[in-house]
């Protein structure tokens, strides 16, 4: 296993049930976790797909990734956030942008309370529902995650809202049960520790003390923004099959294709 350079204060990756923990990009694990077992009993495969953080990689953290044999970065970031933080190439990987739009820049100064914070995050994740264009690049995503025989990655800026999203959806398609789902989905909170706890000092130390239950809202993931989703879902098409098929444009050969990827073919 790899456990370069984690922080003193990280969380203890002994704790952690991935196997690889990168000191560049915090939030790099894969999306089948340690092995997580579907509702039938059957085991998720590792190796098959990873999710992460922006990749401001070192070398070291680059080759890693790259000896994992992953031959696809897809980057889910807006242009304006690329152009800021271009990923660094990991070699033998070609780079796909497929652009969803994410938290708004600068939204959280405008902000007046914790309340409206998670009010925004909440709509942000409904639109990851009802906004065509998010609808067409997640579907875009999940088709070349259907269609590939390597390893692959995908990733937005913190790797907790549209990559969130995108492995919530995964982990369902492969019947993985909600309580693990959703525990999955709040990992970014403690594997991200280290980062969140940085960027609300330069808050606190640039825009006040006062300003950081504003950002922190912004800055965790919280089961009421995944539940903003599904809610948006069900209005929107009933159910996640039809969001699936409907809302992302995908036949039942490509969930099909994603579930053979996710999942092992003997059940316990």
Known sequence: SYSGGVTDDAPDSTALPDLLRLASADNFRDVAGDGYRTADGRTLRTGVFFRSNELQLTHEDAATIAGLGITAVYDLRESTEVEAHPDVEVPGA???????????????????????AEAA???????????????AAF?????GLATSTTAQLFHCTAGKDRTGWTAALLLRLAGVPEDVVVADYLRTNEIGLATRTKYLGLVAEHLGADRVPVFERIMVADP?????????VA???GDLGTYLRDGLGLDDAT??????????????
């Not at 708004?104 to 914790?114: K, Q, R, S, T």
């Not at 009421?224 to 948006?232: G, N, Q, S, T, V």
């Open 224 to 232: 009421a923004y995944l539940a903003a989703a599904d809610e948006a």
């Open 139 to 143: 579907g875009t995503l999940l088709s």
């Open 255 to 268: 969930l099909e294709a994603l579930r053979t990827r996710l999942v092992s073919g003997t059940a316990a």
């Open 121 to 135: 995050i909440c709509d942000v994740y409904r639109r990851f529902v009802t906004d065509p264009a998010s609808r």
């Open 94 to 116: 070609r780079w796909h942008h497929v652009e969803v739009t994410g938290i708004p820049h600068g939204v959280g100064a405008e902000l007046a309370d914790p309340g409206d």
């Open 235 to 237: 209005t929107s098409y």
